[in-house]
């Protein structure tokens, strides 16, 4: 789903304004010898070249096209030149030029439709391919469907580093930042794990640095297995390769799919970083949540005292007279979140009897009567009294056995041998109809502001048992095309809903999923731990503006920072005595002030490297070009023996003066840019510890 790019009018537009003039400015347009369309057709120029003229030089008739295909045990780079070719006049929006270029089978059988849209204000191109059988007959075999397949050339000898992040996997190392070197004849596979987009293996984002100061960011919208090969070949051309990894399969007469997109942003400069916030920024203008037109911020959140006591979990025992109590109790407080989280277990069958745990019951997607006789509308009553919106959980495409979904619409459902949990299949446009006319219903009736959705298993085994001879990936493609299909139907009938997708913990996160959502919980890495929530955001950051995870129990210095993004959960006990009303007013506060900061410009500030440990310095910069102003956050862990490092901002201007103001000791000092970008002191006496150090340009 692409935005409209008019959302850049949000408090963040002088910002952009300044960027646009500054960096924007900085990087020329990319060159005929960066982009040469084929692996035989690179060519050195010098000549600047545009995105819309890139876009028409490349997609042309006769040319071969950036993507390719094998059809019928042919390489479509062989033959696709002499197919009919129809280029669609361009409609442009502000700086955005969309355009779709049809490729037809002589004969009229098959047809490849690429729907490509250009971003001048970004030097971004992205496509997306629909692929028809057109034929009164079966289609020959498709297989090995690159979206991307593409060779860069570059001018200069030296080294290529593929910068990527490691993928969720409920662990401490859960997007890791990474540098690999890209040797000659030896490529880079990227993937991911189970099914989902972002889980184990790789995320689908990567920026690659060249030796002449070239580069590019990519990013992958699939929210299923993808792939990307990085290569050089003996003449020092990139190679690039990218789709969806199990594709073989004969479309049948009149049958149409889709295939991943991809998008590549080009970028110029002798630091990788600077790829890297253009890519933020790109995100933020054309691949975020927008509403009435604006940017749609992701909210600080707070639940209902999350986690009851044994046997209970989740919100399993939680009840309608209890959670409007919590309400009341936030708003008694003065901390009243953006938006109220209810979690699992609202639902019929959770609480104390042997089948009540929340994830025994998916599938009962009915309020539990017993614990909400009168529905959720009361609840939301409640929260939509003291001035917040009301966000539920639901996981609709997973059914436990037993429960209403599978008793009353089996049609609806893939099972796997063994397995207790049964796929609601997305891919049945009956059932996806039926979900989304139901969830719709309970979201309209229950007075639900904003939507969860998570997903805790691997649908793959399922996937590829339902794949009927000479069909592999089609059941794959129909449930992801179901899934788009469904969420982007609950954004039209609530235009002012926000999705919040979790999958396992931040397992889903792609280029689309990205356009229609955001990860509020990034990982299901054990509760709290802050070295590891740390190290989450230190990775994350290099490609994602929005996300966000929670705060637990404490609220002291360390734990609050250790959790802080550009979205937030509160999951302390406001009834409890761990927190004090003060300390939980103060990280309400402290968290508004600060969620700004993380839409500019992010810079690492302690390396690239392995950061799990307890003996490690961790620190990084968050910046705002256009008001020249940020913070930096600093963490000291038990283990390390190092009282104070040198810390180099990023992104100060050298003949500006800074205030730099320790937000912990009080201490200000005006510091020339220049100064700073030198190096300066962050001192951290205490083990574990944090550093919080705002500065602002002064004149």
Same mark, same amino acid.
């Given at each position: ?20 003039? @500054? ?25 600047? @070249? ?36 129809? *280029? ?26 690429? &729907? ?6 970004? @030097? ?27 060779? #860069? ?22 997007? *890791?930042?990474? =540098? ?25 984002? #990567? ?35 990218? %789709? ?37 920024? #790109? ?9 009435? %037109? ?11 005292? +999350?986690? =009851? ?28 979140? /953006? $938006? ?18 929340? +994830?025994? &019951? ?30 539920? +959980? ?30 609601? &299949? ?7 109809? +039926?979900?989304? =006319? ?57 235009? /002012? ?31 709290? /731990? ?78 690239? %490297? ?22 930096? $956050? ?8 190092? /009282? ?38 962050? @001192? ?16």
């Amino acid at each position: 789903m692409k935005s409209n790019s008019n959302a850049m009018s949000f408090l963040r537009l002088s910002d952009i304004m300044m960027k646009t003039s @500054q960096a924007y400015m900085r990087i020329l347009l990319f060159l005929l010898a960066t982009l040469a369309a084929r692996p035989s057709e690179a060519v050195s120029s010098g000549r600047a @070249q545009t995105v819309d003229q890139w876009v028409l030089a490349n997609f042309a008739k006769g040319k071969v096209p950036p993507f390719s295909f094998v059809y019928g045990g042919r390489d479509s780079r062989l033959f696709i030149g002499k197919w009919k070719f129809k *280029a669609e006049k361009a409609v442009t929006t502000g700086p955005v030029t969309d355009y779709v270029f049809t490729y037809t089978e002589p004969g009229q059988g098959l047809v490849v439709k690429c &729907n490509v849209t250009g971003f001048n204000d970004f @030097q971004a191109v992205e496509w997306v391919l629909e692929i028809s059988n057109n034929a009164a007959a079966n289609a020959p075999l498709l297989e090995k469907v690159y979206v991307l397949d593409q060779s #860069f050339g570059y001018a200069q000898n030296g080294k290529f580093t593929l910068h990527y992040a490691s993928a969720s996997d409920a662990k401490k190392s859960d997007f *890791a930042a990474i =540098d690999s070197t890209i040797h000659p004849g030896r490529n880079i596979y990227l993937t991911t794990g189970g099914g989902r987009s972002s889980d184990r293996g790789a995320m689908p984002f #990567f920026n690659i640095s060249t030796p002449d100061q070239k580069g590019m960011m990519a990013a992958i919208g699939w929210t299923g297995k993808w792939f990307a090969d990085i290569n050089l070949n003996a003449s020092k051309k990139l190679l690039l390769k990218s %789709g969806m990894e199990r594709m073989k399969l004969r479309l049948f007469p009149q049958e149409k799919i889709r295939t991943p997109r991809v998008s590549l942003l080009f970028w110029e400069g002798a630091d990788r970083l600077i790829g890297n916030n253009l890519f933020r920024q #790109f995100m933020l203008a054309h691949h975020s949540r927008k509403i009435n %037109g604006k940017f749609a911020e992701y909210p600080l959140s707070g639940g209902f005292n +999350w986690g =009851d006591p044994p046997p209970c979990n989740e919100y399993s025992c939680l009840t309608e007279d209890y959670a409007i109590s919590l309400v009341k109790r936030y708003k008694q407080f003065g901390i009243v979140p /953006e $938006v109220f989280w209810l979690d699992a277990g609202w639902y019929t069958g959770c609480g104390m009897g042997e089948n009540g745990q929340w +994830w025994q &019951n998916v599938g009962n997607w009915s309020v539990d009567k017993e614990r909400f006789p009168n529905g959720l509308k009361p609840v939301s009553d409640a929260v939509h009294a003291v001035g917040a919106k009301f966000m539920v +959980w639901f996981e609709p495409e997973r059914v436990h056995k037993g429960t209403q979904i599978e008793k009353e619409h089996p049609e609806f459902l893939l099972s796997y041998p063994k397995k207790a949990d049964r796929l609601f &299949n997305l891919g049945n446009p009956a059932a996806r109809i +039926w979900m989304t =006319d139901y969830i719709s219903d309970l979201i309209k009736k229950e007075g639900i502001d904003y939507y969860r959705q998570d997903f805790n298993m691997d649908p793959m085994p399922y996937w590829e048992q339902a794949d009927a001879p000479d069909r592999t990936g089609m059941t794959e493609i129909r449930h992801i095309e179901g899934l788009y299909a469904y969420w982007d139907s609950l954004l039209v009938r609530f235009p /002012e809903l926000l999705i919040d997708n979790c999958a396992s913990g931040g397992r889903r996160i792609d280029l689309e999923t990205t356009s229609r959502s955001a990860p509020l919980w990034r990982t299901d890495y054990h509760y709290g /731990e802050p070295n590891g929530y740390q190290s989450h955001s230190y990775g994350l950051n290099f490609f994602l503006p929005l996300h966000g995870t929670g705060v637990f129990a404490k609220t002291d210095p360390l734990t609050f920072r250790s959790s802080l993004s550009s979205a937030l959960v509160l999951n302390w006990k406001i009834t409890g005595s761990e927190v004090t009303i003060p300390e939980m007013q103060r990280s309400v506060r402290d968290f508004k002030r600060l969620r700004p900061f993380y839409y500019g410009d992010y810079y690492p500030l302690t390396g690239i %490297g392995d950061n799990t440990g307890d003996d490690v310095w961790l620190a990084y910069q968050m910046h705002r070009p256009g008001s020249q102003d940020g913070i930096v $956050v600093g963490f000291r862990r038990s283990g390390n023996q190092q /009282e104070t490092i040198l810390v180099k901002p990023g992104g100060l201007q050298a003949d500006a003066n800074y205030e730099w103001w320790n937000e912990d000791t009080g201490e200000k000092k005006i510091i020339k840019g220049a100064d700073l970008s030198k190096g300066i002191p962050l @001192q951290i006496k205490t083990r574990p510890g944090s550093a919080l150090i705002s500065y602002k340009k002064v004149d």
